[in-house]
Nanobody, 127 residues
Framework: QVQLVESGGGLVQAGGSLRLSCVAS??????????MGWYRQAPGKQRELVAT???????NYADSVKGRFTISRDNTKKTVYLQMNGLKPEDTAVYYC???????????????????WGQGTQVTVSS
């Protein structure tokens, strides 16, 4: 019912830029977006928040990316973007798109909030 497709990852030199995109495709139930965002997981480390954009355009960034990364979204296209500038080798990780949404079903109403994840896209920053 929900598929998140990420794109834009790749290999870049330190100081370079990349732009990640994530498109949500939905079918069946109706959805109301609470927040969309990006998380990342480096080898041997836990998945961590990078940036989120919530209802009312409330933005939240990890301290390590503030001033370098910018999150934005297009609600009509159910797409979230992450513009990454000034990339550092420590930014190397698999980046995952996240969509938190309220789910509604015909005849049943609100089913609750759900978290959906993309398959991940690799970002590698060389020194």
């Amino acid at each position: 019912q929900v598929q998140l497709v990420e794109s834009g990852g790749g290999l870049v030199q330190a100081g370079g830029s990349l732009r990640l995109s994530c498109v949500a495709s939905v079918s069946g139930s109706a959805f109301s977006t609470n927040a969309m965002g990006w998380y990342r997981q480096a080898p041997g480390k836990q998945r961590e928040l990078v940036a989120t954009i919530a209802t009312g355009n409330n933005l939240n960034y990890a301290d390590s990316v503030k001033g370098r990364f910018t999150i934005s979204r297009d609600n009509t296209k159910k797409t979230v973007y992450l513009q990454m500038n000034g990339l550092k080798p420590e930014d190397t990780a698999v980046y995952y798109c996240n969509w938190n949404a309220d789910v509604y079903a015909a005849g049943r109403g609100w089913l609750g909030s759900r978290d959906y994840w993309g398959q991940g896209t690799q970002v590698t920053v060389s020194s």
